[in-house]
């Protein structure tokens, strides 16, 4: 039994850690997986095999939890095989994409199609029970499975607030090479903000978008030290909608409309990274083209 699925990384409008309310944005990096499930021999223990640089513990307990949810009458041997242009460990969701991605192509090699907030709720508690998360970010999970703002409660895996965007928008992305640290060892730092970060969550509850992005990168770069603030009223003179840190960075997004994409993309210091022109994810995005 054969499953293929695609889901996709996103941005930051506001980062859940502070309150446990997290708004995300997905953009058009996708992740692909493969899984294979075949009857495991009897008097053999089930095999799991991973492509290379696939068997992370996030993947690993994301398939276990999808296989004994999705695939009754095991035991199975699996076969996970992994694709991501995400970068890892930049902000960009990528843990998050690759959990969706692992659980719904378990899910389609089982002979199953779960709505995407079950998908997303299942990758939300592999992230916790492997330690990657904090929250679980179910937030960025869903993100990367359903096109638009996805405000969401990380405490209860509930969706609070579900915006539309513009399939036009533009996303330009400035990716420095440096890592950040797990979100478990920023906790304390984030939540000791949340009355700051609050306003944040008031600002995406009303559908404030933009005015939630900026609040939400002023926070993000006092504590974790980043210095955007001169590039975030630079881009905004250029037309860009919104900006700011994606996560915990070190990615930065900037989202405009098509005739100031080439302004905004010109603008961002390439001396600083990688810099990337990209779409809002759309429900194309996520179509199975395996």
Not at 72 to 99: C, F, M, Q, T
Not at 108 to 119: K, M, S, T, V
Not at 159 to 167: E, F, I, K, T
Request: with cysteine.
């Amino acid at each position: 039994m054969i499953g293929t699925a695609r889901t996709t990384a996103a941005i930051t409008i506001v980062n859940g850690l502070p309150t446990g309310f997290g708004c995300a944005l997905g953009v058009a990096l996708p992740v692909r997986a493969r899984v294979v499930l075949e009857p495991a021999p009897a008097g053999q223990e089930p095999s799991l095999r991973f492509s290379r640089g696939a068997a992370t513990p996030v993947v690993r307990e994301t398939l276990r939890l999808a296989i004994d949810r999705y695939a009754a009458g095991g035991p199975w041997n699996a076969d996970l095989h992994l694709r991501s242009e995400i970068p890892p460990a930049r902000g960009l969701k990528s843990s998050s994409a690759v959990a969706t991605a692992v659980a719904l192509a378990t899910a389609r090699a089982a002979g199953r199609e779960p709505p995407d907030l079950e998908i997303a709720r299942l990758a939300a508690g592999a992230a916790r029970t492997s330690g990657i998360s904090a929250t679980g970010a179910f937030d960025d999970a869903i993100a990367g499975l359903r096109s638009g703002f996805c405000l969401a409660n990380n405490r209860t895996d509930e969706l609070v607030r579900h915006g539309p965007v513009d399939p036009r928008w533009r996303v330009s992305l400035l990716v420095p090479g440096g890592r950040h640290l797990p979100s478990p060892e920023w906790k304390r730092a984030f939540e000791r903000r949340a009355a700051d970060s609050t306003r944040a969550v008031d600002a995406a509850l009303e559908g404030r978008w933009w005015e939630a992005m900026a609040i939400n990168s002023e926070l993000v770069e006092e504590v974790v030290g980043y210095a955007y603030a001169t590039l975030r009223a630079d881009l905004a003179s250029r037309g860009a909608l919104g900006s700011g840190v994606s996560g915990l960075g070190p990615a930065f997004a900037a989202i405009s409309e098509p005739p100031h994409e080439a302004e905004v993309l010109g603008a961002m210091p390439k001396e600083r990274g990688t810099v990337r022109a990209l779409s809002v994810a759309t429900e194309a995005d996520r179509e199975d083209r395996s």
